[in-house]
């Protein structure tokens, strides 16, 4: 079956502009997570959708940053005025229900700031 | 200090070698432990679960140590496949899904 899927693969902006990371999670899963991966680092965490309960937002660096999810299932993250220390790979993920441990991710959104 | 701790490596191995990669977490809240494996230039996956007793997977034996705070992932019979980064992740009680990411052991098994 299909996966989770992002678009776009690939992001170069100049700074100062907004930019929209769109994320697919696979068909069904209620759990949808955003992080962040710059190079040669870990992930950080950015923001968790569950279900219809309030977003985890903990993880957002700033109010530039922001996300939302319609209908349960797309989400947007939407980056504004963007920096280049925004610079890094945008990865997506989802879960079922509350397997949390099994988080499917997508292939990423390699976002280059200029 | 980081929340969750691993050496970077990179750990450079013959083919057939047995590899140890430790983890050491800072929060004692931490309720739930996994490891991820990630290729280069794809996206994570999940590996393995972390359980109290220890638990097997085929060559992949993983540890916890909760007084110590700290999770191991021993490989035996190293295989060039194996060549990726490896995650350690922890999740913290009461705080849903919400995954923290260690910054990897980047393993290379050499021919």
């Known amino acids: 079956g299909a996966g989770v899927s992002q678009s776009p693969s690939n992001k170069v902006t100049e700074k100062g502009k907004d930019v929209e990371l769109r994320c697919d999670p696979i068909s069904g899963h209620t759990a949808l997570y955003w992080y962040r991966q710059s190079l040669g680092q870990g992930l950080e965490f950015l923001i968790y959708?569950?279900?219809?309960?309030?977003?985890?937002k903990s993880g957002l660096p700033s109010d530039r940053f922001s996300a939302e999810r319609t209908g349960g299932s797309v989400s947007t993250l939407t980056i504004q005025r963007t920096q280049q220390e925004d610079s890094a790979v945008y990865l997506c993920?989802?879960?079922?229900?509350?397997?949390?441990?099994?988080?499917?991710f997508g292939p990423g959104t390699r976002l280059l700031v200029l | 200090r980081k929340e969750v701790e691993q050496d970077p490596g990179p750990f450079n191995v013959p083919e057939g070698a047995t590899v140890a990669f430790n983890c050491t977490y800072s929060n004692s809240a931490s309720q739930s432990f996994f490891w991820y494996r990630q290729d280069c230039r794809k996206e994570p996956k999940l590996l393995m679960s972390?359980?109290?007793s220890g638990n097997e997977d085929g060559r992949f034996t993983a540890q916890l140590n909760r007084a110590s705070q700290y999770i191991s992932l021993l490989i035996r019979d190293s295989k060039l496949s194996d060549s990726a980064t490896y995650l350690c992740v922890v999740n913290l009680y009461n705080q849903g899904g919400k995954l923290i990411f260690g910054q990897g052991t980047e393993l290379s098994v050499k021919p």
């Open positions: 993920a989802s879960t079922l229900g509350g397997d949390i441990g099994t988080q499917y």
């Open positions: 959708f569950q279900g219809n309960s309030a977003p985890d």
């Open positions: 972390v359980y109290s």
